[in-house]
T-cell receptor, first 112, second 113 residues
Framework: DAGVTQSPTHLIKTRGQQVTLRCSPK?????VSWYQQALGQGPQFIFQ???????QRGNFPDRFSGHQFPNYSSELNVNALLLGDSALYLC???????????FGPGTRLTVL | GDSVTQMEGPVTLSEEAFLTINCTYT??????LFWYVQYPGEGLQLLLK?????DKGSNKGFEATYRKETTSFHLEKGSVQVSDSAVYFC????????????FGTGTLLAVQP
């Protein structure tokens, strides 16, 4: 049984560019949450998707947007990248919006 | 809003030493509490959890007890191993409509042989 998978593993972008990160949830899971983990910090909640809709959003600007597909996979898009967007982006999936979350290995984004 | 405070690291111990990593929380209501572990270059793994006051979560020799009176969830292990070296995060489950997790800043544990 595959766990949560994320792609790519690493990504390097320059300021002002746009990036798309991808997540496939664990089998049987229908809810995907995204977190940003800056170096030396704990993960910060970005948003959560359930039934292809954004259900809750953390304190992140509109440059951060997402999407969930009918197969429950999800994308995180970040526009107009800033140096401060450099972080590990973690995806977590769960069965419904109230069950235990399982985390993927993350995508390391570096903005130069 | 809800928040989690962890003791700052790094915590450096010799193998077989006793470990305590302090965690306190601020929350409205009665959140579920978690400890996650992050090994170098990896994502987060759930280590243990407790869902109500006085519950004790345990896994792989680690334990933590949900103390409502002190709003604490301290992580303990009686005898650490080099393989326990990692970053440990305390977290609470936001009691809203989603299972949003709120994390502490993490504590780096380094165990020396």
């Amino acid at each position: 049984d595959a766990g949560v998978t994320q792609s790519p593993t690493h990504l390097i972008k320059t300021r002002g560019q746009q990036v798309t990160l991808r997540c496939s949830p664990k089998s049987g899971h229908d809810t995907v949450s995204w977190y940003q983990q800056a170096l030396g910090q704990g993960p910060q909640f970005i948003f959560q998707y359930y039934e292809e809709e954004e259900r809750q959003r953390g304190n992140f600007p509109d440059r951060f947007s997402g999407h969930q597909f009918p197969n429950y996979s999800s994308e995180l898009n970040v526009n107009a990248l800033l140096l401060g967007d450099s972080a590990l982006y973690l995806c977590a999936s769960s069965r419904n919006t109230y069950n235990e979350q399982f985390f993927g290995p993350g995508t390391r984004l570096t903005v130069l | 809003g809800d928040s989690v405070t962890q003791m700052e690291g790094p915590v450096t111990l010799s193998e077989e030493a006793f470990l305590t990593i302090n965690c306190t929380y601020t929350a409205t209501g009665y959140p579920s509490l978690f400890w996650y572990v992050q090994y170098p270059g990896e994502g987060l793994q759930l280590l243990l959890k407790a869902t109500k006051a006085d519950d004790k979560g345990s896994n792989k020799g680690f334990e933590a007890t949900y103390r409502k009176e002190t709003t604490s969830f301290h992580l303990e292990k009686g005898s650490v191993q080099v393989s326990d070296s990692a970053v440990y995060f305390c977290a609470l489950l936001d009691g809203g409509a989603t299972n949003k997790l709120i994390f502490g800043t993490g504590t780096l544990l380094a165990v020396q042989p």
